[in-house]
């Protein structure tokens, strides 16, 4: 699979990259927690993260005064295994070189399946601030190396949280699994309760 770079033209379908903030300090922080090499961690708010300058500048500049949650999405991947999106963008920033594969939402058929085929790999380098939009499809990076990767999570808050309803068991959303995330899982990974909707190959890299 071609790697293709955040600052190519065709990353524009999918999101941005994100110049202007600091993000030294937040970075730093992120480096304190575990990045497991077996597995793959994921923590959607931390009040250390959250406590940084940077993530006040993140609440008025890339969400507009909106509530954040600042979390971190840390571990050793090389598959797909699934795709979600949310009803609003994400901002990822990356500690080391990581791979983002992504799909385009407006792909997904009406029986909301998707073909895998159509995912593209991204390079996110360290340092690397982006936002991925509403419309992405996404899931956890990729590891660029042998060390595994560790990534900043900038979501709307409560985002990824546990339902306090009962989504209805059709249409899209049977693709509800967490607030504000919809997902579409590939049988392979064995995402227990998720749709298994993804058609094809679980891309490996």
């Known amino acids: 699979m071609e790697i293709q770079k955040v600052t190519d033209a065709s990353f524009g379908a999918y999101g941005k990259v994100l110049t202007g903030y600091d993000c030294t300090e937040l970075l730093e922080a ?5 990045c497991p090499m077996d597995d793959v961690v994921y923590v959607p708010s931390m009040e250390a993260l959250e406590a940084l300058p940077v993530a006040e500048e993140l609440k008025k500049r890339a969400y507009g005064g909106l509530p954040i949650q600042v979390g971190y999405c840390n571990g050793n991947n090389k598959k797909l295994n699934a795709v979600e999106y949310h009803r609003s963008s994400e ?10 594969l992504l799909g385009r939402q407006q792909d997904i058929e009406a029986d909301h399946t998707y073909d895998t085929s159509k995912i593209e790999a991204f390079h996110l380098p360290a340092g690397t601030a982006v936002e991925l939009y509403a419309t992405t499809l996404h899931y956890a990076p990729c590891s660029a190396g042998e060390e ?36 579409i899982a590939h049988e392979d990974a064995k995402i227990a309760g998720a749709f298994c909707g993804l058609k094809g190959e679980n891309i490996s890299l």
Do not use: H, M, S, Y
């Open 30 to 34: 992120l480096k304190q927690q575990p």
């Open 91 to 100: 901002v990822d920033i990356a500690e080391n070189d990581l791979i983002l």
């Open 148 to 183: 595994g990767f560790r990534c900043v999570i900038v979501l709307p808050k409560d985002t990824n949280l546990e339902l306090d309803f009962e989504p209805l068991k059709e249409g899209e959303d049977k693709l509800i699994t967490a607030k504000n995330k919809w997902l």
